[in-house]
C-alpha cells in the first residue's frame, strides 16, 4: 500500500483572523530547477523514472499503482490440468508450453511466446491460494487467462538497477510490458517487449 505524506499546517488562535489573504499564486518558473535536478540525478530518464524522482523530491509518495487488465489472445488452455512448462533463454526468448483443452480439435499445446524478455518467474501462489498475490486487488482476480500489468513496479525498479551502467539508456525501458498468468499449480510472470500465442512447441 502506498502512503502519501501529510503535510499540516496550524495557526495560532491570536493570529487565525489577521492572515486572511488569498494564497500566492505558484510561480512558474519554480518547477524548472526540480525538472534540472531530475534530469541531473537520471540522465535521460523514462516517464516512470520522472515520477518517482519528482515525487521524492517534492516529499510525497513515490509509489506507482500497478493495476492489471485481462488480455485476450484469442486462445485458451486447459485451466485445471499442472505440468506446465517454462523455459527461458538469456538472449531475450521466454515460452511457456500448456497443455490443450480436453475439447478442442487441435490438441497440440498452447505455446505463449515472449520476446525481448528482462526477467521470467514461475512462483507461488497457485490457484487455490491466489488471494495471496500482490496484485489480486489490484485486478488479478478478474484474470482467467493472461494480465498485463499496467504501471508496473518491476520495469521500474529495472530501469532504476540499470542506472550504474555507464552506458545506461532509459528509453530501453520504455517498451517493456509486464504479463501474469495464473495457472494451476503456481503464477508465471514475465516482463518483455512483445507477447504472442503459438500452437505446437516453440522450437
Known sequence: ????????????????????????????????????????????????????????????????????????????????????????TDN???????????????????TLLWRGSVATRMEPPNDEAAEGHRLYDAGLRDVVWVGEVLDSNLVIEFERLNRVHPRRDAARYAGLRHWVVPLKECTVEVVARSLEALRGTAR
Open 92 to 110: 531475450g526468448e521466454t515460452w511457456l508450453s500448456l497443455l490443450a483443452r480436453d475439447d478442442d480439435a487441435d490438441q497440440r499445446p498452447v
Open 1 to 88: 500500500m502506498c502512503l502519501a505524506s501529510l503535510s499540516v499546517s496550524v495557526t495560532h488562535r491570536g493570529e487565525a483572523r489577521s492572515q486572511d489573504k488569498a494564497s500566492p499564486v505558484p510561480d512558474p518558473k519554480r518547477r524548472q530547477p526540480l525538472e534540472a535536478w531530475v534530469h541531473a540525478r537520471l540522465g535521460s530518464p523514462s516517464p516512470y523514472s520522472i515520477r518517482r524522482a519528482t515525487a521524492a523530491r517534492s516529499g510525497q509518495s513515490a509509489c506507482v499503482t500497478e493495476r492489471v487488465i485481462a488480455v485476450d489472445l484469442g486462445i485458451t488452455w486447459d485451466p485445471n490440468v499442472p505440468e506446465a512448462q517454462l523455459t527461458a
